[in-house]
């Protein structure tokens, strides 16, 4: 059994972070000052995903938008398992841009933040956004 | 409109099989299912299957096996709730006058493809961003306890109920022993707050049903309705926590064309992937109130001996996952209850039963899909 597929093709790669074929990157995209993404023109609903074919809530056109780097905590966790070449513990966190969409990010430390934090995007790792709580 | 009946249900055990070919447990459960309904395979008119990791063209390869040559067959995916999708489709078919008999499978071999937790979709912003479902259902469980107040030993209290239940379920991946809350709240953190007992493992294992017309045997099960849903937005507008808002959708209309409250139903399965969701998802169906749902295990309103038994056979956290398969086993698992067949695990009231299958994962949406399907013995 410990034998069973060794030196055999597997049946799926989920990209390259776990050896397979690299994909195109979904990611949201952090410019230092903002995040980038595309609002409606109509309805002004935002969004972190740039090649939408209109907007989801309305159908009017969407436009290149910049949003704020900060916004509140949704909500967090740490995560425990190792996920594709991610060691643990990590922090993640749903975070409301003040003006934009909700976005997923990783902690700059592996703490459960509680709902509401306000953190602020400070940078990417490896492409994903990383955040890091703002104390008033 | 003629009336959907289920007929006949069929599964493979559940667990860790990777040196069993994946049409191999397909048909365990096909040939359980046909027997069941008591039908000749020659009967059978069409096929839809459910599968989610396939392989490309499982359908076909479980086909070969069958000598049912030539009839319409197709695969569904709809995530987790891939199996009851294509038994919806059948419901539909049937009711339609489509087709007599339809063979409905669900069937998943994930021990050749993961070890622990189904790595995430690399083409997806949140898969990509390393978020494993267990992370998503942890985002759940903290936005639900900071809003709701719910407790660790709360959530816990599901996992010990399944666990519970899956030691008389002969066929579930995970039997061993049933865990004491302390126990669970002490198992090896997943993601916070969610501890490893608090998750189903990733399984292997095939469901399968025969769903057909009335036919005049009091042994069938009437089905009340089938609805299934896909997801909708789910975004920084939204007041429910993730996946909450998909199986409302498709529990309204279920209860809305069954006619039926949700105090009439009897006994329940539901997808309880990680403890949060089995809570979740019973406010949704309108067991409980909103922020009420975390009362329900440690009450013992769902107990198997409780006025609500909810996963009387262990859930998806005893089954175990295996994601086209899980649906098929909730239906399974509900026939036997509804006719008076589920041996130790048998509930006392078993008039109407109710299965919700809810498969989610992608990033934005408040799931993939959900089912729910209300079925009842005849009277």
């Known amino acids: 059994m410990a034998e069973l597929g060794v030196g055999r093709p597997t049946k799926r790669r989920a990209g390259s972070a776990v050896g397979g074929l690299p994909v195109a990157d979904s990611r949201p995209v952090f410019a230092g000052d903002a995040v980038l993404g595309t609002r409606c023109s109509a309805c002004r609903y935002p969004s972190s995903q740039r090649d939408l074919p209109w907007c989801p809530a309305c159908y009017a056109p969407m436009v290149a938008e910049r949003f704020a780097t900060t916004g509140p905590v949704w909500s967090a966790t740490v995560v425990d398992i190792h996920v594709g070449t991610r060691k643990p513990p990590f922090g993640l966190a749903y975070v409301d841009l003040d003006d934009g969409p909700r976005v997923l990010v990783h902690l700059a430390e592996p703490a459960v933040l509680g709902l509401g934090s306000r953190v602020r995007i400070t940078g990417t790792d490896d492409g994903d956004l990383v955040a890091t709580e703002v104390r008033s | ?379």
Not at chain 2, 292 to 309: C, N, V
Not at chain 2, 325 to 351: D, F, N, P, S
């Open chain 2, 1 to 379: 409109m003629t009336e959907a009946m289920l007929w006949g249900v069929g599964t493979s055990a559940y667990g860790r099989f990777p040196e069993r070919r994946v049409e191999a447990l397909a048909w365990e459960a096909v040939a359980e299912a046909v027997r069941d309904a008591g039908i000749s395979p020659g009967e059978i008119d069409a096929i839809v299957v459910g599968s989610v990791f396939g392989p490309p063209g499982v359908a076909t390869r479980v086909q070969r096996g069958l000598g049912i040559p030539g009839v319409p067959m197709w695969t569904v995916e709809n995530a987790c709730a891939s199996g009851t999708s294509a038994y919806h489709e059948a419901v539909e078919a049937v009711r339609l006058g489509r087709f007599g008999c339809v063979l409905v499978l669900g069937v998943e071999q994930m021990s050749t493809l993961f070890s622990g937790a189904i790595v995430p979709e690399a083409t997806d912003p949140e898969g990509a961003s390393s978020l494993p479902l267990p992370g998503l259902y942890a985002l759940q469980a903290q936005r639900y306890a900071g809003e709701f107040g719910v407790t660790p030993e709360q959530l816990a209290a599901v996992a010990v109920k399944n666990k519970r239940n899956g030691l008389d379920n002969p066929r579930a991946q995970l039997r061993a022993s049933a865990p004491t809350v302390e126990e669970v709240l002490a198992s090896r953190m997943i993601a916070r707050p969610l501890t490893f007992l608090q998750c189903c493992p990733t399984s292997d294992g095939a469901g399968a049903a025969i769903v057909g017309g009335a036919r005049g045997k009091r042994r069938d099960l009437r089905i009340e309705t089938s609805a299934m849903v896909s997801g909708a937005l789910w975004d920084h507008r939204s007041e429910d926590v993730w996946g909450y808002a998909s199986v409302a959708r498709a529990a309204e209309r279920a209860f809305a064309q069954a006619g039926r409250t949700p105090a009439e139903i009897d006994v329940l399965e539901v997808h309880d992937a990680f403890t949060i969701g089995e809570i979740i998802t019973l406010e949704a169906l309108g067991l409980a109130s909103r922020g009420k749902g975390a009362e329900l295990a440690p009450s013992g309103h769902t107990a198997r001996d409780g006025a609500q038994p909810v996963n009387p056979s262990g859930g998806l956290l005893s089954r175990g996952h295996p994601l086209g398969a899980t649906g098929m086993a909730q239906l399974a698992e509900i026939t036997w209850q509804l006719r008076g067949e589920a041996g130790a695990r048998q509930v006392a009231r078993h008039r109407v039963g109710l299965v919700e299958t809810m498969g989610g994962g992608a990033a934005g949406m408040d799931g993939n899909a959900c089912v729910v399907t209300i079925l009842a013995r005849q009277t």
